[in-house]
């Protein structure tokens, strides 16, 4: 502890006190502030016979501390505190300033590295694969490419004719898919279109190679079109033979699908309503979400076939409907249960009408009436029309919890009593005589 010198003579006692503070401060720093042998922030000279001088200006203090062999020594503090106090005088922190612009995106966990780059395009990374060989290496995780999209053509392709453009879209399909399966791809969404009859291009080969060539245990969305490839140049009518020979690569691949991927979720594709279709489509029992549209108009759904694929999936939540009845099955009217369905759509059918509905979980419907263009005599048509009960009946007994017709709330007491603005959407929507009264069907 340093020496307290004597109080000097004739001065001023405010001088004193401020020397006293000084001293305290100083006192205090050195017990916390240094360490072993630090020196504090001022300066000391001190001698062997532990006397010394201070003097005061304006409450600075400056002591000089010299040994005993005549040798001065200076230990200069930092600005803040010595070593062991917490200040640092080796540049250190010039180097932690600069270190604190950077993101330590290497030092991630490798989960939050790959969340960071699911986020990217196929292009980007491809391009991100290009940075360093760590990130060539975490671009070639499988759960990196969820998604394998065939329908995402580059823009320029649009630029070419038909003939070059179509030829230059099929090298670009096969090497996007050369692509995720030398990645072992896991997706968990499959959009694709592709015309399963065309023999030349071999699309129906093309996609059930993919399928085995990628890991689909997690696949869970699928949009499929069948029917036709995009950029396709056109040409002629294909017979009829090619139609079903298509149909046929359809069912195939649907019951392949099934053993790959029976953890679908929700699927969109055109149907045919077949017996070979509907049983494959029936494996799915994880569906929720399912829209089907038409495939042939000119072939008739089957009464049975709509309630029997309803009834075999017992998770389905909603079921959106493109059907056309066909003219010579006009009067034929429908039946559907499902004990899960909360959200059925069938705006866009043409010429369905339901005989019986069990939907107790029904929360949403979307239905109108669409006019055919036949012109039929009164009596025609109203035998036609008895034969169709009025769907206002069929809800109130089969979805008692209905609660939005066509995108509008109904009240609470729609099942006592139908009231002006249902009555209007009834007219939009039921082909029974009390609400059509029009010679055109």
């Not at 630090?38 to 304006?58: F, K």
């Not at 991100?128 to 392709?157: E, I, N, Y």
């Amino acid at each position: 502890m340093a020496l307290r010198p004597p109080r000097a003579r004739g001065q001023p006692p405010e001088a004193a006190m401020a020397r006293r503070r000084k001293r305290r401060r100083r006192e205090g720093g050195d017990g916390e502030g240094t360490g072993d042998g630090g020196g504090s922030s001022d300066r000391s000279h001190t001698g062997d016979g532990g006397g010394g001088g201070e003097g005061s200006d304006g409450g600075h203090s400056s002591n000089r501390v010299g040994t005993s062999d005549g040798v001065g020594t200076s230990d200069r503090g930092d600005s803040s505190h010595s070593s062991d106090g917490g200040g640092r005088g080796d540049g250190s922190d010039s180097s932690d300033s600069s270190d604190a612009g950077a993101f330590p995106f290497s030092r991630l966990p490798q989960d939050c590295q790959l969340h960071v780059f699911s986020f990217l395009s196929p292009e980007e990374k491809c391009g991100a694969a290009l940075v360093c060989g760590a990130w060539s290496r975490l671009m070639r995780s499988p759960r990196l490419w969820r998604v394998a999209d065939f329908t995402g053509a580059p823009a320029a392709l649009a630029e070419d004719d038909a003939g070059a453009a179509f030829a230059r879209w099929q090298g670009w399909v096969r090497r996007y898919a050369f692509h995720l399966a030398a990645r072992r791809a896991s997706p968990r969404l499959l959009r694709a279109s592709f015309d399963l009859g065309d023999r030349e291009a071999g699309w129906a080969e093309f996609l059930r190679g993919f399928l085995e060539s990628v890991r689909c245990g997690e696949l869970r969305e699928l949009e499929l079109d069948w029917t036709l490839s995009p950029l396709q140049p056109p040409g002629p009518r294909p017979p009829g033979a090619a139609k079903l020979e298509q149909l046929s690569r359809f069912q195939a691949l649907l019951e392949l699908l099934s053993r790959k991927a029976p953890g679908l979720a929700r699927a969109k594709l055109p149907f045919d309503w077949s017996r070979r279709s509907v049983a494959a489509l029936a494996r799915f029992q994880h569906l929720q979400t399912l829209e089907l549209r038409y495939f042939w108009g000119f072939r008739g759904v089957r009464p049975e076939a709509l309630r029997e694929l309803a009834a075999a999936l017992p998770r389905l939540k909603t079921l959106v409907l493109h059907l056309l009845v066909p003219v010579q099955d006009l009067g034929t009217s429908y039946a559907l249960e499902s004990r899960s369905l909360e959200v059925l759509d069938v705006w866009r059918c043409r010429g369905l009408v339901f005989g019986r509905l069990e939907l107790p979980a029904l929360r949403a419907l979307r239905v109108r009436k669409r006019t055919r263009g036949l012109i039929l005599q009164r009596r025609a048509r109203l035998a036609l029309q008895s034969r169709w009960r009025c769907l206002y009946a069929l809800l109130r007994a089969g979805a008692p919890g209905l609660r939005l017709l066509n995108n509008r709330a109904l009240l609470p007491h729609w099942r006592e009593r139908p009231y002006d603005e249902l009555e209007a959407m009834l007219r939009r929507a039921c082909y029974c005589p009390r609400h059509t009264d029009t010679w055109l069907l």
